[in-house]
Nanobody
Framework: QVQLVESGGGLVQAGGSLRLSCAAS????????VGWFRQTPGKEREFVAR????????GYADSLKGRFTISRDNAKNTVSLQMNSLTPEDTAVYYC????????????????WGQGTQVTVSS
């Protein structure tokens, strides 16, 4: 199995950028597809982005494509999420998740989750 820890969240002004990181330990990170999700207390968990084991395949929520970029460095056991042109609507707790066999947008199908990192965008 694998353990995941997110970092890089914080406060940012609208229009600014943040880069989140998901660090993995345990089984080789190259064995896992990885997704990013976000959630606020009054809303359901929302798919953000995903990436295949090799890093070649990438996907994004339609509303976020063009602003967010997912990437990975398996040698460093990390997956990152670059977020640009942030708005207050992007405020949420951001989670990374991993799966050996699943590559999709449903959070319920991912097996392993990090603790989350808070992103707050001021207007």
């Amino acid at each position: 199995q694998v353990q995941l820890v997110e970092s890089g969240g914080g406060l940012v002004q609208a229009g600014g950028s943040l880069r989140l990181s998901c660090a993995a330990s345990g089984r080789s990170f190259s064995s896992y597809n990885v997704g990013w999700f976000r959630q606020t207390p009054g809303k359901e968990r929302e798919f953000v982005a995903r990436i295949t084991k090799s890093g070649v395949g990438r996907g994004y929520a339609d509303s976020l494509k063009g602003r967010f970029t997912i990437s990975r460095d398996n040698a460093k056991n990390t997956v990152s999420l670059q977020m640009n042109s942030l708005t207050p609507e992007d405020t949420a707790v951001y989670y990374c998740a991993a799966s050996v066999n699943y590559y999709g947008t449903s959070g319920d199908q991912f097996d392993y989750w990090g603790q989350g990192t808070q992103v707050t965008v001021s207007s």
